[in-house]
């Protein structure tokens, strides 16, 4: 069988599979040890053993404990903070990324600022270091080193021996035209070496005298663990399917769980090669198509193939590209690599020239720009987006689904279940995910397990991709001490520290070109209605506002606290947020920050993400189709496909953004605002420094709302835009007459 497929499709399965096989034991027991010894150790190690083993003592004594979660050198460095409560139950106190704090997006250096964060965290708790279970990190790190470094060299050799060192030179070329900030540490750039350094330093910070263990947990694990955890299912006494699928974990690609009233057990993983990866597929064709450095290119290329030919049926491109893959029994996924040339020569020479002749050539390393670096945007000119090249993004996308439904069709038939948690890297293909409640429907599932009125019901973390593990790390690592899962996920809001006003106005202070006028105390609910009314005024008025306030959401998506808010009403509003704005392709679409009733007003929610009052949609990780009504009342925020990326707003938690909705709703008729991320070529903005640098790099933007910890609301503007800023003062005055409030009482500006 496996002969007559490589007759008529390409071929399947590594080359040299023995070779890769022998060659990963003899690395991974060779590793293992040499890492150990430098204070990184395997979870069955001695070390490993005695901690989880004291962490389980701990919890059946009924008493409170902390582990430390932990990850560098690898995409998405940071560290966390979770506490297991003398109920025996685990909650998430604090998820800290790196990116935030040096501005680098993606950032892989170890976690100085995050590490930092934590220890403020523990002094409000009253802890010290020695009071932490354990320090655990989101990767089995010789795993890591088998399977994404030697495996699949030894698979593809000869051919692929020149492999390190190409990824190595490309990488290089792409930091260097990307122009990437951050220490020039050696430490900070090579993996290994940074690495084993990682225990020094960070018992150093911690004060500790020596090295801090770290205790390494199965990378899938760290992603399902967490998301099961935190899901609307992890309460319940039916079955519930958690998958991870990413580029690649330590030992696979793909890893299914079941977990039924808190207990969670993994089921299986797909084994065998990390080239056979649905993640590193996307993110090789959406990169050297769309022209972005990966981890860049997924959401910007999913973005675009709503534009393209989405027809199975009719687009060209698809009815070839499909065999990229072969599914295979029991769920498996097999790479082509006849036409997959990225696993032997990388980012050098990714295409072979099959694939060449259904996609065209690649796009080099060299000629990408990165959109996540701080660069000179207003400098940018993007490539056109042609008919041709977006309808190649919906051939990538419809092959990536096709994977996907594979895999969970297979997933669902093994479990019998109809729960789904979903997460790893591939979990933000939001459109991805709505595809999954359409195909696995009352009809699928009546037709295939003949189970009437049921249906496929789904949940995915606001941060399904590896910005999440640190946290994933120590909840699983708690979980198999006997924690029990706490309450399911309301919100996002966990990196860093609220602002305090005193840094706010500090930041604004050192602006030159800036310009404040204070608003009054928040806390009071009447002063805030007034605030929010004010925001919602400028708004309708097609004023583009930022926001900040509070605890910074983690995760890739921006939900409130770190937001630029435009009127969703304006079609507009589109092309001027990332023309002027972001400084970033027309075809990106723009989400809606929408209450409830507005959410179902002018979206078909679907059943399958109704769970805890519909919770799949506040984190923007799953699209809903528009009705009617959406295309004409909000079209900022409908995609080319008819769909919107929905946030809806709680009152209970962000109740400033929940005011402000309702005043949307009675100034232009609708409970929506157009939300996208306080950035601009950098991550999100984590600090009041970042805020106003994003304000002056967004030359579009009229003015940039703070509210600080004591809930000072203060309005911030840029004066030397002269008529940005008179256009936001007309927008004051004007509010102010309407609504008798007076601006000149200083003391309680907003008090009528």
């Given at each position: 069988m496996e002969e007559n497929l490589n007759a008529i499709f390409g071929r399947w399965g590594p080359k040299r599979p023995r070779l890769a096989r022998w060659g990963g034991r003899a690395a991974l027991s060779a590793m293992g040890a040499f890492l150990s010894r430098h204070g990184l150790h395997r979870p069955e190690s001695e070390l490993g053993r005695s901690r989880l083993a004291a962490l389980e003592q701990a919890i059946r004594a009924g008493q409170e404990a902390y582990v430390l979660g932990f990850n560098t050198t690898s995409h998405?460095?940071?560290?966390?903070?979770?506490?297991?409560?003398?109920?025996?139950?685990?909650?998430?106190?604090?998820?800290?990324?790196?990116?935030?704090?040096?501005?680098?997006?993606h950032c892989?250096?170890?976690?100085?600022?995050?590490?930092?964060?934590?220890?403020?965290?523990?002094?409000?708790?009253?802890?010290?270091?020695?009071?932490?279970?354990?320090?655990?990190?989101?990767?089995?790190?010789?795993?890591?080193?088998?399977?994404?470094?030697?495996?699949?060299?030894?698979e593809e050799a000869p051919a692929s021996l020149t492999l390190l060192l190409r990824e190595r030179a490309a990488v290089e070329k792409m930091r260097e035209r990307s122009a990437r900030g951050g220490s020039e540490d050696p430490a900070d750039r090579e993996g290994?070496?940074?690495?084993i350094h990682a225990p020094a330093r960070l018992g150093q910070q911690l004060g500790l005298g020596g090295r801090m263990p770290i205790v390494g947990v199965r990378h899938h694990d760290a992603h399902a663990y967490l998301s099961y955890a935190v899901s609307p299912f992890a309460a319940s006494s039916d079955p519930a399917m958690a998958m991870v699928i990413d580029g690649a974990g330590d030992d696979s690609t793909t890893s299914l769980?079941?977990?039924?009233?808190?207990?969670?057990?993994?089921?299986?993983?797909?084994?065998?090669?990390?080239?056979?990866?649905?993640?590193?597929?996307?993110?090789?064709?959406?990169?050297?198509?769309?022209g972005w450095p990966q981890l860049s290119s997924e959401g910007r290329y999913m973005g675009a193939a709503a534009w393209g030919d989405g027809k199975r049926?009719?687009?060209?491109?698809?009815?070839?590209?499909?065999?990229?893959?072969?599914?295979?029994p029991e769920g498996e996924v097999r790479l082509n690599r006849v036409l997959a040339n990225w696993i032997r020569a990388s980012l050098a020479e990714p295409y072979s020239e099959e694939l060449i002749d259904i996609l065209g050539e690649p796009i080099p390393p060299e000629e990408m720009w990165n959109p996540d670096a701080v660069l000179n945007v207003e400098d940018i000119r993007h490539p056109e987006l042609t008919r041709e090249r977006v309808d190649k993004a919906a051939a990538v996308q419809m092959a990536f689904e096709d994977g996907l439904i594979h895999v969970v069709d297979h997933a669902i038939r093994l479990s019998a279940s109809n729960r789904l948690v979903l997460s790893g890297g591939t979990a933000l293909n939001c459109v991805a995910n709505m595809r999954l409640l359409e195909c696995f429907d009352e009809r699928w599932y009546e037709r295939n397990l003949g189970r009437a009125n049921t249906r496929l019901h789904l949940w995915v973390p606001p941060i399904p991709g590896d910005a999440g593990t640190p946290i994933g790390a120590a909840y699983a690592f708690a979980m198999r001490a006997g924690a029990r899962p706490g309450s399911s996920l309301r919100h996002a809001f966990y990196c860093g520290h609220a602002p305090t006003t005193t840094a706010i106005?500090?930041?604004?202070?050192?602006?030159?070109?800036?310009?404040?006028?204070?608003?009054?105390?928040?806390?009071?609910?009447?002063?805030?209605?007034?605030?929010?009314?004010?925001l919602a005024h400028v708004v309708a008025n097609d004023g583009i506002m930022g926001i900040y306030q509070g605890v910074a959401e983690t995760g890739p998506r921006a939900l409130g606290h770190r937001s630029i808010l435009a009127n969703p009403c304006k079609a507009d509003s589109r092309r001027l947020l990332n023309e002027r704005v972001k400084h970033r392709e027309l075809i990106r679409p723009l989400a809606p920050m929408l209450t409830r009733a507005a959410a179902e007003r002018f979206f078909y929610l679907e059943q399958g993400a109704s769970d805890d009052d519909y919770n799949a949609y506040n984190y923007m990780v799953?699209?809903?189709?528009?009705?009617?009504?959406?295309?004409?009342?909000?079209?900022?925020?409908?995609?080319?496909?008819?769909?919107?990326?929905?946030?809806?707003?709680?009152?209970?938690?962000?109740?400033?953004?929940h005011e402000f909705l309702l005043a949307m709703g009675r100034r232009v008729g609708v409970e929506a605002s157009v939300n996208t991320s306080l950035n601009v070529g950098a991550p999100i903005a984590q600090?009041?420094?970042?805020?106003?640098?994003?304000?002056?790099?967004?030359?579009?933007?009229?003015?940039?709302?703070t509210i600080g910890r004591d809930r000072q609301a203060t309005l911030v503007w840029l004066q030397d835009r002269a008529d940005v800023r008179e256009r936001l003062m007309q927008a004051v005055r004007a509010w102010a007459r309407e609504t008798g409030v007076s601006l000149s009482d200083r003391s309680h500006p907003l008090q009528a």
């Open positions: 998405n460095s940071g560290a966390a903070l979770v506490r297991i409560c003398k109920r025996g139950s685990v909650e998430l106190i604090c998820n800290e990324e790196e990116e935030r704090y040096t501005a680098e997006k892989d250096q170890y976690p100085e600022h995050s590490i930092e964060a934590i220890k403020r965290h523990m002094q409000a708790l009253g802890l010290e270091p020695k009071d932490l279970a354990a320090c655990v990190s989101s990767w089995d790190y010789p795993g890591l080193f088998n399977l994404a470094l030697l495996q699949p060299v030894l290994i070496p940074a690495l769980y079941i977990g039924r009233g808190g207990e969670f057990t993994r089921l299986s993983t797909s084994g065998g090669s990390r080239l056979d990866s649905l993640g590193t597929m996307y993110g090789f064709l959406s990169s050297t198509q769309g049926l009719t687009n060209r491109h698809y009815r070839r590209l499909k065999q990229i893959f072969h599914f295979g106005r500090a930041a604004v202070s050192a602006e030159p070109t800036a310009a404040s006028m204070p608003l009054g105390d928040c806390s009071d609910p009447d002063v805030m209605a007034r605030v929010a009314d004010l799953l699209t809903a189709r528009a009705r009617p009504e959406a295309h004409e009342a909000i079209p900022a925020v409908i995609h080319h496909d008819g769909t919107g990326r929905l946030q809806i707003v709680r009152p209970d938690v962000d109740p400033f953004c600090t009041p420094e970042q805020a106003m640098s994003t304000l002056k790099r967004a030359g579009g933007m009229d003015g940039l709302l």
